[in-house]
C-alpha cells in the first residue's frame, strides 16, 4: 500500500491541465476527476458521430500528467488543418474515441492510454453516463449544451443534466481515501461545476475526513463572473456544497504583468481582487502569493508555485480522523 498522500483534484480543460504539470513533480498520488459535458469543437463532433461522452478534456489532462518527450507529446496533440476530412481533430482525440468504441467504456480505455503516455497519476470522468449539460438562465430558459451555455448572454442561475446520471465508483473511492480535496481554477460554470451536480458526489465530500481547497480564478469569465472577488467563487460553489464545505483558498495577490493586461482588457476580463477580510470572516484559510505568469500569450497560474503552496498545505493539515 502506497505511503503517499492521496489528493483528488476536480475540473477540467485548460485550468486543470496547467495546475497538474506542477503537482504531478511532487510526492502525492494524483487523482484528476474531469467533468465530461463539452460538445463543442473535435469533441462536440465525435460526441455526436459516435454517441461517445467528451474526450477533450480527458486527453487534455493526460498530456499535462504525461512524462513522455516533448516529441511524443506534439505528436499526440497534433491536429490536422482544412484540407482534411480530419480538419480540426487532434490524434490524441482520434485515439481516445478508438479506444471507447474498442473497449466500450472509459473504465478500461483509460489505462490503455494512460500506458501509452506514461501518465503520472489517475484520471478519472466524473460519470460515464453520456448527457448534455443544461443551464438555467434568469429569465426561466432552459439551454442545453456546454458551448451554448457558455455563449448565452443571460445569467446562468442554475446547472443540470439532461438525464439522471452515477457517478463513477472509482471517483467515490477516491474522494473516501482522499487527504486533501481540491477544486481547480478554470470555468466555474462549465469545468468545477459539472462535477457538484451530482448528489453522490457531494454527499462523498461532504462526508470526507479530508479538509477541500479551492485554487482561485485570477481573472473573471464574461457572462459568468463578472465583478467576482475571490469570496464570490466560494460562496458560487457553496451553492453546490454545503457552506464551510471549502477550508482554504489558494490566490494571486500579485498585479497582472503590464504586457499581459491589453490582452485581459480586450477579452472583457479583470483581474480577481482577493478579499482577505470576507474571506477570513468565512472561516477560510488565505495562501496568497505572487501566482501569475505570461506563457504563449496566456495569464496562467504558476504551476510549480501553486502546487508548492498545495503541498505545503497539505503537509500542515492532515485528514479530520475524528
Same mark, same amino acid.
Given at each position: 500500500m502506497s505511503s503517499k498522500k492521496k489528493v483528488v483534484i476536480f475540473g477540467g480543460g485548460s485550468g486543470l491541465s496547467q495546475l497538474l504539470k506542477g503537482i504531478i513533480q511532487f510526492p502525492w498520488d494524483v487523482t484528476a476527476v474531469v467533468s465530461v459535458s463539452d460538445n463543442g469543437g473535435s469533441?462536440?463532433?465525435?460526441?455526436r458521430e459516435f454517441n461517445i461522452s467528451a474526450v477533450g478534456d480527458f486527453t487534455k489532462v493526460m498530456m499535462a500528467m504525461s512524462a513522455r518527450s516533448d516529441d511524443v507529446k506534439d505528436l499526440f496533440s497534433y491536429r490536422f488543418d482544412k484540407s482534411s476530412s480530419l480538419h480540426g481533430h487532434s490524434i490524441k482525440n482520434l485515439i481516445m474515441t478508438a479506444l471507447l468504441e474498442m473497449k466500450g467504456d472509459y473504465a478500461h480505455s483509460l489505462p490503455v492510454l494512460a500506458?501509452?503516455?506514461?501518465?503520472?497519476?489517475?484520471?478519472? #470522468?466524473?460519470?460515464?453516463?453520456?448527457?448534455?449539460?443544461?443551464?438555467?438562465?434568469?429569465?426561466?430558459?432552459?439551454?442545453? =449544451?456546454?458551448?451554448? *451555455?457558455?455563449?448565452? #448572454?443571460?445569467?446562468?442561475?442554475?446547472?443540470?443534466?439532461?438525464?439522471?446520471?452515477s457517478a463513477t465508483p472509482g471517483?467515490?473511492?477516491a474522494i473516501q481515501d482522499a487527504d486533501l480535496?481540491?477544486?481547480?481554477?478554470?470555468?466555474?460554470l462549465t469545468s468545477i461545476l459539472p462535477?457538484?451536480? *451530482?448528489?453522490?458526489?457531494?454527499?462523498?465530500?461532504?462526508?470526507?475526513?479530508a479538509p477541500a481547497l479551492y485554487i482561485s480564478n485570477m481573472l473573471t469569465q464574461p457572462g459568468e463572473t463578472d465583478g467576482f472577488a475571490v469570496s464570490d467563487h466560494i460562496r458560487m460553489l457553496e451553492n453546490y456544497l454545503k457552506p464551510g464545505t471549502i477550508h482554504a483558498v489558494i490566490a494571486n495577490n500579485a498585479e497582472i504583468p503590464k504586457d499581459?493586461?491589453?490582452?485581459?482588457?480586450?477579452? =472583457?476580463?479583470?483581474?480577481? #481582487?482577493?478579499?482577505?477580510?470576507?474571506?477570513?470572516?468565512?472561516?477560510?484559510?488565505?495562501?496568497?502569493d505572487n501566482l501569475v505568469i505570461l506563457e504563449d500569450g496566456y495569464i496562467r497560474h504558476n504551476a510549480m508555485k501553486t502546487a508548492y503552496l498545495l503541498f505545503s498545505y497539505l503537509m500542515d493539515h492532515p485528514r479530520d480522523e475524528n
Open positions: 469533441t462536440g463532433e465525435l460526441r500506458e501509452i503516455l506514461d501518465v503520472k497519476g489517475q484520471i478519472l #470522468p466524473v460519470t460515464e453516463d453520456n448527457v448534455e449539460l443544461i443551464g438555467f438562465d434568469n429569465q426561466g430558459r432552459t439551454i442545453f =449544451g456546454e458551448e451554448q *451555455i457558455t455563449k448565452s #448572454p443571460l445569467i446562468i442561475k442554475g446547472l443540470g443534466y439532461s438525464a439522471p446520471v471517483v467515490l473511492s480535496i481540491v477544486f481547480s481554477s478554470g470555468s466555474l462535477n457538484l451536480i *451530482i448528489p453522490e458526489v457531494v454527499k462523498a465530500i461532504e462526508e470526507s475526513p499581459g493586461i491589453v490582452l485581459v482588457r480586450s477579452e =472583457g476580463k479583470d483581474q480577481v #481582487p482577493v478579499d482577505e477580510e470576507v474571506l477570513k470572516e468565512m472561516g477560510i484559510d488565505v495562501i496568497a
